[in-house]
């Protein structure tokens, strides 16, 4: 089976740099994907990794490290719009699916 | 940019009653997907389809769920006999390959009376 666990809620404030934790245990792995979900609304894709290391993307990074099984997104330059849930969730392999964390929820404050 | 669209994005019903959601992927990807999100809680996965079949299903997706890819484009998700439990926000996914992303629809809200 899969876990995943990442912190429930964060703060922030605006400009400043944040960090969100994921860690899982799969049985087998082929990738992690982090995705934004605004409230009431769909999950939004931003950053996928497959091998250990950075993948930057403006403002946002995505880390993984599989042998520790972990994974963090990185923020920068903090805005008001980021404020929102942020899902890390794994493929297993030999599967098609993926299996969500429970979210992290970013509050940015002025 | 290409979306996944889904229809209605509101559905009310009546315990016991069938409701169908209805999903349009994205043209060219072929492998779909139908996640639910109960309130509050977290991103479930409900049942994948490839190549006309369903390729893995979890525990969630029991006899009173069925899917269906009626023609080339649309992708269904039946709920033969609705309960309260079944209240959520249902989400269709559709993605191109196995390592690829999946595109979310912004999702149909079911709320079962």
């Known amino acids: 089976g899969q876990n995943i666990d990442q912190p429930t809620e964060m703060t922030a404030t605006e400009g400043a740099i944040v960090q969100i934790n994921c860690t899982y245990q799969?049985?087998?792995?082929?990738?992690l994907f982090w995705y934004q979900q605004h409230a009431g609304e769909a999950p939004t894709f931003l950053s996928y990794?497959?091998?250990?290391g950075l993948e930057e993307k403006g403002r946002f990074s995505s880390f993984l490290s599989r042998s520790k099984g972990y994974s963090y997104l990185l923020l920068k330059e903090l805005q008001m719009k980021d404020s929102a849930s942020y899902l890390c969730?794994?493929?297993?392999?030999?599967?098609?699916?993926?299996?969500f964390g429970t979210g992290t929820r970013l509050q940015v404050f002025p | 940019e290409p979306e996944v669209t889904q229809t209605p994005s509101h559905q009310v019903t009546q315990m016991g009653q069938e409701v169908i959601l209805r999903c349009v992927p994205i043209?060219?990807?072929?492998?779909f997907y139908w996640y639910r999100q109960i309130l509050g809680q977290k991103v479930e996965f409900l049942v994948s389809f490839y190549n006309n079949e369903i390729s893995e299903k979890s525990e969630i997706f029991d006899d009173q769920f069925s899917v269906e890819r009626p023609d080339g484009s649309n992708f269904t998700l039946k709920i033969r006999s609705t309960k309260l439990e079944d209240s959520a926000m249902y989400f269709c996914?559709?993605?191109?390959?196995?390592?690829?992303?999946?595109?979310f629809g912004s999702g149909t809200q079911l709320s079962v009376l």
């Open positions: 969730a794994v493929r297993d392999r030999n599967t098609d699916k993926l299996i």
């Open positions: 990794n497959v091998l250990d």
């Open positions: 043209s060219n990807h072929l492998y």
């Open positions: 799969t049985s087998g792995f082929n990738g």
């Open positions: 996914a559709s993605g191109q390959g196995l390592n690829e992303k999946l595109f």
